[in-house]
């Protein structure tokens, strides 16, 4: 398994921008697809994006995709998400999450992932 660091979180405005940080230890972590998960209060844990070892394949949810991209630095163990056009609703504790299969896209199931970071609150003011 990996270590996994989240940051960048914090309190934003509607139409505002946050971008998210992971931190990975070990040296394998260009051998992990890496996603990103989000829990709102009172809901459960939803797929947000994940991408793909090198970076080639990115997969997001339609609640994100066109605002928010995913992209990771395999030199410095780290995934990041930049968040654009923020919205109340996009306001969760958001969760980085690596996997370790084989498959080429990477999965939305989170049952899959096998390392969990702590998360970290976003919140999005009206």
């Known amino acids: 398994q990996v270590q996994l660091v989240e940051s960048g979180g914090g309190l934003v405005q509607a139409g505002g921008s946050l971008r998210l940080s992971c931190a990975a230890s070990?040296?394998?972590?260009?051998?992990?697809?890496m996603g990103w998960f989000r829990q709102a209060p009172g809901k459960e844990r939803e797929f947000v994006v994940a991408?793909?070892?090198?970076?080639?394949?990115?997969r997001y949810s339609d609640s994100v995709k066109g605002r928010f991209t995913i992209s990771r630095d395999n030199a410095k163990n780290t995934v990041y998400l930049q968040m654009n056009s923020l919205v109340p609703e996009d306001t969760a504790i958001y969760y980085c999450?690596?996997?370790?299969?084989?498959?080429?896209?990477?999965?939305?199931?989170?049952?899959?992932?096998?390392?969990w970071g702590q998360g970290t609150q976003v919140t999005v003011s009206s």
């Open positions: 999450a690596a996997e370790n299969g084989q498959a080429p896209v990477p999965p939305a199931e989170d049952a899959k992932y096998d390392s």
């Open positions: 991408i793909s070892r090198r970076g080639g394949i990115k």
């Open positions: 070990g040296r394998t972590f260009s051998s992990y697809r």
